[in-house]
T-cell receptor, first 115, second 115 residues
Framework: EPEVTQTPSHQVTQMGQEVILRCVPI?????FYWYRQILGQKVEFLVS????????KSEIFDDQFSVERPDGSNFTLKIRSTKLEDSAMYFC?????????????FGAGSRLTVL | AQSVAQPEDQVNVAEGNPLTVKCTYS??????LFWYVQYPNRGLQFLLK??????LVKGSYGFEAEFNKSQTSFHLKKPSALVSDSALYFC?????????????FGSGTRLQVQP
């Protein structure tokens, strides 16, 4: 069964450093997403991406965050200057068609620890 | 705005007994409703969804959920629980208003099935 692949599985960084989280969505999927889950809390939407541009973002997704699809296969989330409160599990997801009724397929997540 | 409530942090049930994990939602339009399951160190896995039609939807691993519009609920059920069902379960909703791509998740309910 096709999978969404995320790297790294765990990253530890110092506050203020830049972090890039990488995702390889399912190959025929066209819509891409990032969600995050702070330990013990709910899964929160960050951003959706389609046709090489952001289609929707939450209030969490401020100027320190950016997304990119640099080479047609990878989908990256960059945090420019990490803060302690950015420590969370970050999930990438993709869907084949326009979301609505369509199911998102999630990756296993990248755990980010900011010290 | 769309929101989801899962009133129980944890549900304990004995193996072989029926289980119910509760979920209520709030949307502006009509809801698309989903259940996802998260096993330790894994991403979110899709279980089932309600879009329209029959209020009782059947999904993976013997799970089913009942959509109740008057009570704005979408409770997850299984007639006979297995120890392997122990995991974290998330209810999610998406409003069918055009342009909304974000899924809103509940806070999750930990299901513990005792042998």
């Amino acid at each position: 069964e096709p999978e969404v692949t995320q790297t790294p599985s765990h990253q530890v960084t110092q506050m203020g450093q830049e972090v890039i989280l990488r995702c390889v969505p399912i190959s025929n999927h066209l819509y891409f997403y990032w969600y995050r889950q702070i330990l013990g809390q709910k899964v929160e939407f960050l951003v959706s991406f389609y046709n090489n541009e952001i289609s929707e973002k939450s209030e969490i997704f401020d100027d320190q965050f950016s997304v990119e699809r640099p080479d047609g296969s990878n989908f990256t989330l960059k945090i420019r200057s990490t803060k302690l409160e950015d420590s969370a599990m970050y999930f990438c997801a993709s869907s084949e068609r326009e979301p609505g009724a369509n199911v998102l397929t999630f990756g296993a997540g990248s755990r980010l620890t900011v010290l | 705005a769309q929101s989801v409530a899962q009133p129980e942090d944890q549900v304990n049930v004995a193996e072989g007994n029926p289980l119910t994990v509760k979920c209520t939602y709030s949307v502006s339009g009509n809801p698309y409703l989903f259940w996802y399951v998260q096993y330790p160190n894994r991403g979110l896995q899709f279980l089932l969804k309600y879009i329209t039609g029959d209020n009782l939807v059947k999904g993976s691993y013997g799970f089913e959920a009942e959509f109740n519009k008057s009570q704005t609920s979408f409770h997850l059920k299984k007639p006979s629980a297995l120890v392997s069902d122990s995991a974290l379960y998330f209810c999610a909703v998406r409003d069918n208003i055009a342009g909304r791509r974000a899924l809103t998740f509940g806070s999750g309910t930990r299901l513990q099935v005792q042998p």
